[in-house]
């Protein structure tokens, strides 16, 4: 019975290294697996949002150009699902992979635990204590190796306990690691099926994005002038907010007796403002961005570069415009043919809200981030909101791209 120590000792290291493995690799698929899970319900939620806004300018055939961009963006949403789809294969295969292997090392423990005890109860019978264990410690030739005869008696009956719970546990783990592979099987066939349908309703948009373009091609005449139509409306924005940045300069430069600076507390706004670019909250509660930031070339006109000191977030009739950091309200405009226009200033820094059907703020107001300051006007089943950020420092403010002060959406 010598070898019963390291008997146990062989069974413990089966056992644990068999535990350990299983657990730490399905811990990580399930960590891996749930990530994957929150980021392709935020995509599918995009595209949702997209579809809605979509269905909202369907039938007006001026919008055939906010129609092209939605469309450009749900395919570009799509590919990202897809690739969120092949990723969460790719993980499912390697942890089907893992798991098979962890199914085959069980096997063989448990194939080597059987082996082990079996030795263990030949022992056991070779030394009479198998088949009548109180015989041999009744054969003692005295009373101090009758008591060494029984204590070993007890390490044997608890070894063989203990055995045969390392045997059932063994075998526990393998069937649940057969459920987890068929389990993840099922989940791979509906993987596959999930990116086979998104491939096929790419091909569809891809279709649609086609039709738009030749319909857009036939409409060039009036796309150019709605093209100089809208650049002069942008014109019309940029100079009425250079002029009030200009006039909120020059009074401050007055109240400062010559040295124009920041306030301590106007520091304070900007910095807290700048500290948490690419962290602030949209202006929209849901929104699709449609317009994006600088010189570009136009989507369908060729020839035609566009200019955008913003950007053009497509959002749900009656939609509010929110506040995206706390300030006060420099200016409340109206534009004719463009709407209301609100810029609220945060120090060095102003955000600019337009093309609002109604505001409900007044000039020297202070706002909260995110709360309502008006309603995005809906022109043609169209709804969107154009935002703008500037900088202001000493004589110099200039726009800034907007997209890298929000949080990513």
């Not at 100079?239 to 520091?267: D, H, M, Q, W, Y």
């Not at 977030?313 to 463009?338: H, Q, R």
Request: zero cysteines; glycine letters at 6%; proline letters at 3%.
């Amino acid at each position: 019975m010598s070898s019963a120590p390291g008997s146990k000792a062989k069974f413990q290291m089966l056992v644990l290294a068999t535990i350990t493995v299983f657990g730490s690799t399905s811990g990580a698929y399930a960590q891996s697996k749930s990530e994957l899970q929150k980021e392709r319900d935020a995509i599918q939620s995009k595209i949702t949002t997209t579809e809605k806004l979509l269905n909202q300018t369907a039938s007006n055939k001026k919008d055939a150009l906010v129609q092209l961009r939605l469309v450009n963006e749900r395919m570009n949403l799509r590919e990202q699902l897809i690739q969120h789809h092949q990723a969460g294969i790719r993980r499912l295969e390697q942890s089907m992979t893992n798991t098979d292997s962890e199914i085959r090392a069980l096997e063989g423990h448990i194939a080597a635990m059987k082996d082990e005890y079996a030795r263990m109860i030949q022992a056991a019978f070779k030394h009479s204590l198998g088949h009548n264990p109180w015989m041999y410690v009744f054969a003692a030739e005295d009373f101090t190796q009758a008591i060494i005869r029984f204590q070993l008696l007890q390490s044997y009956s608890s070894l063989r306990k203990e055995h045969v719970e390392q045997i059932e546990d063994s075998q526990l783990n393998l069937a649940e690691n057969r459920i987890s592979l068929e389990r993840k099987r099922s989940e791979l066939k509906d993987a596959l099926a999930n990116v086979n349908g998104e491939r096929n309703r790419l091909s569809k948009d891809r279709i649609e994005r086609q039709a738009l373009v030749k319909s857009l091609k036939g409409e060039e005449s009036r796309l150019r002038i709605q093209v100089q139509k809208a650049e002069a409306e942008k014109a019309r924005l940029n100079n009425a907010i250079r002029k009030i940045i200009e006039v909120e300069l020059k009074a401050e430069r007055e109240s400062s007796a010559g040295e124009f600076a920041l306030t301590p507390e106007g520091k304070i706004v900007s910095d807290a403002f700048e500290s948490n670019r690419a962290t602030l909250p949209w202006p929209v509660v849901r929104g699709v961005l449609t317009g994006k930031f600088g010189r570009q070339p136009h989507p369908s006109l060729p020839g035609i570069t566009i200019e955008n000191n913003g950007i053009d977030i497509s959002t749900e009739a009656g939609s509010s415009a929110l506040s995206i950091f706390a300030g006060s309200v420099s200016s409340t405009f109206e534009i004719p043919g463009a709407g209301w226009t609100i810029i609220l200033s945060h120090g060095a820094f102003r955000t600019v809200y337009s093309n609002l059907f109604a505001v409900n703020i007044a000039k020297g107001d202070q706002v909260e981030a995110g709360e309502k300051i008006g309603t995005v006007l809906t022109t043609n089943g169209q709804s969107t909101l154009h935002f703008e950020v500037w900088q202001v420092q000493g004589n110099n403010h200039s726009p800034q791209n907007p997209a890298k002060w929000l949080v990513r959406n």
